[in-house]
């Protein structure tokens, strides 16, 4: 995937906010890249317009050569079946369809059906750990599991590109990790790429890149630390720092820092505290 040059305005005038600001990028089969950056940085913005969901102001956005921001807008969604998968962090499931017919529902799109499209439908299911559930109404599974069904569903068709917006967002901490490592079995072992937006920097542990997206502009990251109250991942050279018994910690604001401050035994361990 290559992008050049990504810029897209909403409003005009005095009122014109500048969502996405002269990216450029290139990600490369195989590769996980994650883009950080605060709420309202314009990481869902850019990340739709890779995926062909939203038309930028200017720039180009190529997927396995295909420019897709000079194709016509009725030629774009069966680029995107065949090119890109999507994982949401709400899973956009249809709630009145099982797991296995919601995959189903994906490849009929992509043009595959009857017992091929039921058979692909199980297979990617089950190598997902889902072969015990393929007949479970969607609206009673698990938040994990529910994750699962829309990461089978984006790989349904085979694309190369899998973009996820928050895909850890609505998880527990053990099923986020699922999806995290499922995630890069997929770049991995699948050889697709993967593009993630997140604030959850557990997603860092895998991430082959790590970039930073803030005012829409992609930002070298540096180094990234995490506050030990509220766990946000910042960059060093901007979080506030304190020292306490010999060590520096860092936090995104003063009042984090205060509150660290106030009773460090509650973030740190004993003997740090």
């Known amino acids: 995937m290559e992008a050049q040059g990504l810029t897209k305005v909403f409003g005009s005038g005095p009122a014109a906010v500048r969502a996405v600001d002269g990216v450029d990028l290139t990600v490369r089969r195989g590769e996980i890249l ?11 913005t850019l990340l739709t317009i890779i995926g062909g969901l939203l038309r930028p102001t200017s720039g180009s956005v190529r997927i396995n050569g295909y420019d897709i921001t000079s194709m016509k807008e009725s030629q774009l969604p069966a680029v995107r079946r065949r090119l890109v998968g999507f994982v949401f962090q709400s899973f956009n499931l249809l709630e009145s369809l099982n797991a296995l017919e919601n995959v189903e529902v994906a490849l009929n799109l992509g043009g595959k059906g009857g017992r091929q499209a039921r058979h692909e439908a199980e297979r990617a299911l089950t190598d997902l750990g889902m072969g015990e559930r393929l007949r479970f109404n969607a609206r009673k599974l698990s938040g994990g ?11 349904a ?38 593009i993630i937006v997140s604030h959850d920097h557990r997603i860092r542990e895998v991430a082959d890149r790590v970039l930073w997206l ?35 910690y860092y936090f995104c604001a003063d009042g984090c820092r205060r509150e660290f401050l106030d009773d460090p035994s509650a973030f740190v361990g004993e003997e740090a505290a």
């Open 157 to 194: 068709n085979e694309p190369q590109l899998i973009l996820a917006d928050e895909p850890t967002a609505n998880l527990d901490s053990k099923h986020g990790h699922e999806v995290v490592v499922l995630l890069r079995d997929v770049a991995k072992n699948q050889g697709r790429t993967v």
């Open 145 to 155: 599991e529910k994750q699962r069904v829309s990461i089978a569903r984006a790989l």
């Open 214 to 248: 803030e005012d829409g502009r992609i930002k070298d990251i540096g180094k990234l630390v995490h506050d030990p109250v509220c766990g946000m991942a910042v960059e060093e050279a901007d979080a506030v720092a304190q020292s306490h018994k010999g060590s520096t």
């Open 34 to 44: 994650l883009i950080m950056g605060p709420s309202g940085s314009g990481k869902t």
